[in-house]
């Protein structure tokens, strides 16, 4: 079946890293992406998105990579800081399927002092 | 503050319980959404309501029951619920319903516990 799933459900890194959290994806239908970042105690917020005709996007420290061939979504922060842990997800959006939207389980990222 | 707030934060309830959980959006948004949050699993989307019609239900059990009075309020009122049904519900809105305007601003969400 279709399925949106993460690689990794945890990743430690120590601050100042470069961090790279990825997500694979099986629904070649699906053309929209999101990358949410939640912390402790509060909702998912939006961090940035990527349609399926980019391969790259950069926001400010943050860049998502779409591979389309292998079905993979990468998202990397660079410099890594405190304030960046806590849990990531990826999201899938089709358009040929009533705009479905499917989230990952999730990737808790720990960032070490 | 992302402009949608959840009340309460926090609700214990036993099974025979009545409550209701209430989302309120400050972003003039024409969908909202309730999510259900369990641990080590995926958001699972429960109802969707643009401009105040109820667009989908995802196969949610009849003791959920979303309200939606307008474009800025909703409401889930919970009756006889299960153990297993202890999670955090969250809230969204969004611009309305379309690839574009998928981007989903949340709340901080409602901590249940059934007991």
């Known amino acids: ?113 | 503050e992302t402009g949608v707030t959840q009340t309460p934060r926090h609700l214990v309830m036993g099974m025979t319980n009545k409550k209701s959980l209430k989302c309120e959006q400050h972003l003039g948004h024409n969908a909202m959404y309730w999510y259900k949050q369990s641990a080590k699993k995926p958001l699972e989307l429960m109802f969707v309501y643009n401009f105040k019609e109820q667009t989908e239900n995802n196969s949610v059990p009849s003791r959920f029951s979303p309200e939606c009075p307008n474009s800025s309020h909703l409401f889930l009122h919970l009756h006889t619920l299960q153990p297993e049904d202890s999670a955090l519900y969250l809230c969204a809105s969004s611009h309305g319903e379309g690839p574009t305007n998928e981007k989903l601003f949340f709340g901080s969400g409602t901590q249940l516990s059934v007991l």
């Open chain 1, 1 to 113: 079946g279709e399925s949106v799933g993460l690689h990794l459900p945890t990743l430690s890194v120590q601050e100042g890293d470069n961090s790279i959290i990825n997500c694979a994806y099986s629904n070649s239908a699906s053309d929209y992406f999101i990358w949410y970042k939640q912390e402790s105690g509060k909702g998912p917020q939006f961090i940035i998105d990527i349609r399926s005709n980019m391969d790259k996007r950069q926001g400010q420290r943050v860049t998502v990579l779409l591979n389309k061939t292998v079905k993979h979504l990468s998202l990397q922060i660079a410099a890594t800081q405190p304030g960046d842990s806590a849990v990531y997800f990826c999201a899938e959006i089709s358009l040929y399927n009533n705009n479905d939207m499917r989230f990952g389980a999730g990737t808790r990222l720990t960032v070490k002092p």
